[in-house]
T-cell receptor, first 113, second 112 residues
Framework: NAGVTQTPKFRVLKTGQSMTLLCAQD?????MYWYRQDPGMGLRLIHY???????AKGEVPDGYNVSRLKKQNFLLGLESAAPSQTSVYFC????????????FGQGTRLTVV | EDKVVQSPLSLVVHEGDTVTLNCSYE??????LLWYKQEKKAPTFLFML????IEKKSGRLSSILDKKELFSILNITATQTGDSAIYLC????????????FGTGTSLTVIP
């Protein structure tokens, strides 16, 4: 099925460990986004990309890095995980910037202990 | 196959009208249903619903969940042009709540 796929679906990290979340879309969308969702705060934009080879900071970029080496993939990296990064992470993609119709992945639940 | 379906896909109303947006779902091990208003750079959280029949209200917006019939509605009364946005529904499911399924959204346009 076409759509946005996130891996892994869940992960537990120790403080200071690193990891990469992968987002893949097969809809040839130019625009991709990484969000985090925390209780009562809704979705906050971490980083986004307007095309292959480009990335930009969102609302809460600190502690994260991203790369868009291929159009279909958008990677979110945590170099040194902190408990404050415990959250559910969502990836999304869209044909038009800031959507009109964005497709979301199923989420990655990350716990940092 | 787990899925979330929103209707209508788009809606155009005049200021002052009342609108009802629908979200139906088929998932395994339902945990919660969330409504978002998508505008600007990130969706704004509106409601989280976990129990049937309990209306949640915030100003002119309200929402209710029916876990028997597997749907939720979002009502907006006395609509304003600032309500124009895409409204997203998402369902959290799975044994440990690890899966979120998003609908494709309802595009609401409120004209003066």
């Amino acid at each position: 099925n076409a759509g946005v796929t996130q891996t892994p679906k869940f992960r537990v990290l120790k403080t200071g460990q690193s990891m990469t979340l992968l987002c893949a879309q097969d809809m040839n969308h130019e625009y991709m986004y990484w969000y985090r969702q925390d209780p009562g705060m809704g979705l906050r934009l971490i980083h986004y990309s307007v095309g292959e080879g480009t990335t930009a900071k969102g609302e809460v970029p600190d502690g994260y890095n991203v790369s868009r080496l291929k159009k279909q993939n958008f990677l979110l990296g945590l170099e040194s995980a902190a408990p404050s990064q415990t959250s559910v992470y969502f990836c999304a993609s869209s044909k038009i910037l800031w959507n009109t119709e964005a497709f979301f992945g199923q989420g990655t639940r990350l716990t940092v202990v | 196959e787990d899925k979330v379906v929103q209707s209508p896909l788009s809606l155009v109303v005049h200021e002052g009208d009342t609108v009802t947006l629908n979200c139906s779902y088929e998932v395994t091990n339902f945990r919660s249903l969330l409504w978002y208003k998508q505008e600007k750079k990130a969706p704004t959280f509106l409601f989280m619903l976990t129990s049937s029949g309990i209306e949640k209200k915030s100003g002119r917006l309200s929402s209710i969940l029916d876990k028997k019939e597997l749907f939720s509605i979002l009502n907006i009364t006395a609509t304003q042009t600032g309500d124009s946005a895409i409204y997203l529904c998402a369902v959290e499911a799975g044994d440990t709540g690890n899966q979120f399924y998003f609908g494709t959204g309802t595009s609401l346009t409120v004209i003066p």
